[in-house]
């Protein structure tokens, strides 16, 4: 079994930052990708950032220059953040586990940013 636990929402302005973390325990294997999602009401989830193990990073085009994805490997600990935030980053922020064709969500944290 493997849990994941975010942390680092919460309420900031327009323009303002946040740092989200992800932690990870339990049996993780070796190879896996870390991802941070999000959702806002009435919309899917949608992925932000990914990293796999040995540092390969993608980012949606929606938060590149924007958003900092990292992890610390020793920690099983992904890290998101994230700078220039805009109202229409204001979701709930998930972060994912994929380890041997399985995934694993946590269970996420509320980000808002106003306007």
């Known amino acids: 079994q493997v849990q994941l636990v975010e942390s680092g929402g919460g309420l900031v302005q327009a323009g303002g930052s946040l740092r989200l973390s992800c932690a990870a325990s339990?049996?993780?294997?070796?190879?896996?990708?870390m991802e941070w999602y999000r959702q806002a009401p009435g919309n899917q989830r949608d992925v932000v950032a990914g990293?796999?193990?040995?540092?390969?990073?993608r980012y949606a085009d929606s938060v590149k220059g924007r958003f900092t994805i990292s992890r610390d490997n020793a920690k099983n600990t992904v890290y998101l953040e994230m700078n220039s935030l805009k109202f229409e980053d204001t979701a709930v922020y998930y972060c994912?586990?994929?380890?041997?064709?399985?995934?694993?969500w946590g269970q996420g944290t509320q980000v808002t940013v106003s306007s």
């Open positions: 994912r586990l994929s380890c041997s064709l399985r995934q694993y």
């Open positions: 339990g049996s993780i294997c070796g190879i896996n990708v």
């Open positions: 990293i796999t193990n040995s540092g390969n990073i």
